[in-house]
């Protein structure tokens, strides 16, 4: 089976981080985002995978080549932004599948453990244009939500609403079949939730919903991130591109972690990271050569590559870029973000007045 991986956006949100990555290729409990979908994919049947790229294109065949976790590769890159569904349209092109063969499509920022191969299945049985994965979520008023009759057949793509008729969410992992994709028009501008979902329904094609609500996040908010690279690291979903067993931390070669130190939660200590005697670091993501001194304190943030955090300092939901430096006695909470090559000089930040 062939798949098409969504990997075009900015990742604006997530900034600072993506300014030099591309958000599908920032390391996740210890590898590359993308390596854990390639792997999935490769477990559930998926032997080529065309990368619809956009945004650092030529990043992507530098990190997997042609061939990587079982699966063969191919690139196609957008001038300009189609949106989703002229993303895929325009990756068909390298597709070898025949009209009736089933195509995954998986969008390059979601971490899911649903089980493609029965989602692949209900799209056999029904004989389906395009199946969808529907996942349930507690409050449905923040998406557009998916009703589907009682075979599971998708009757509307509603937009976001205070009064959701359902629970039921696109989960952004599609099955077409190869033939669907080619009536979506070429070299524009086309969403496939606004428009060629709606189009296929209202022409009376079947367009099936597959309802499992397993894992599944979207990690295109740093908190989100954060989580996504922390449950890996902890087993709350399996991947075969793990580079360790799941447990408290995921320590790379290189890592240096001080007995003394707490370091749990899921974090990951990147190549040469340093964690001193004393620091405390929880539910986090430290990138390669990153340095946490001791006392400082570090809770569900990001510090990238060769950023340092001074004794005594604190940081809580904090993104740090690429070699920023934050000096002793700081206090950074919320969210906050600093960009790559800043220096904070000591107690420069406070949340409390204790220094």
């Not at 098409?4 to 590359?32: E, F, H, M, N």
């Not at 990690?219 to 690279?229: D, L």
């Not at 799941?246 to 003394?260: D, F, M, Q, Y």
């Amino acid at each position: 089976m062939e798949a098409i991986l969504l990997v075009g956006g900015q990742g604006t949100r997530l900034r600072p981080l993506t300014i030099s990555t591309p958000k599908p290729l920032l390391p996740t409990a210890g590898v590359a985002f993308l390596a854990h979908q390639l792997a999935r994919a490769h477990a559930a049947g998926v032997d080529r995978i065309v990368f619809a790229t956009s945004y650092r294109a030529e990043m992507f065949e530098a990190a997997f080549g042609t061939h990587a976790y079982g699966v063969d590769l191919a690139y196609v890159s957008e001038h300009e932004p189609l949106g989703t569904g002229g993303a895929i349209r325009n990756a068909a092109k390298a597709l070898t599948a025949k009209p009736d063969d089933p195509v995954l499509i998986l969008n390059g920022d979601i971490l899911s453990g649903h089980d493609v191969q029965v989602q692949v299945a209900v799209h056999e049985r029904a004989e389906a244009a395009v199946t969808l994965h529907l996942t349930e979520v507690p409050d449905p008023s923040r998406f557009g939500c998916v009703p589907t009759d009682d075979t599971g057949r998708v009757t509307a793509f509603l937009e976001k609403t205070s009064h959701p008729v359902t629970n039921q969410i696109n989960a952004g992992c599609y099955v077409f079949r190869r033939s669907a994709i080619d009536t979506i028009a070429e070299d524009e501008v086309v969403s496939v939730e606004r428009e060629t979902f709606p189009s296929l329904i209202a022409s009376g094609a079947v367009v099936m919903g597959y309802v499992e609500s397993g894992y599944w996040l979207d990690v295109g908010t740093p908190e989100a991130f954060v989580r996504g690279s922390c449950d890996l690291v902890l087993g709350k979903l399996a991947s075969p591109a793990m580079p360790g067993e799941p447990g408290e931390r995921l320590t790379l070669t290189g890592a240096n972690v001080s007995p003394g130190a707490v370091v749990r939660g899921g974090t990951t200590v990147g190549r040469g990271a340093v964690v001193e005697a004393g620091a405390t670091v929880l539910g986090s993501v430290l990138l390669d050569d990153a340095f946490v001194a001791e006392g400082a304190t570090v809770r569900g943030s990001v510090l990238s590559r060769g950023a340092r955090v001074g004794p005594g300092a604190v940081l809580d939901d904090v993104i740090l870029g690429d070699g920023a430096v934050v000096g002793p006695g700081n206090e950074l909470r919320g969210g906050l973000r600093v960009w790559p090559g800043i220096e904070l000089p000591p107690t420069a930040v406070r949340f409390s007045t204790d220094a």
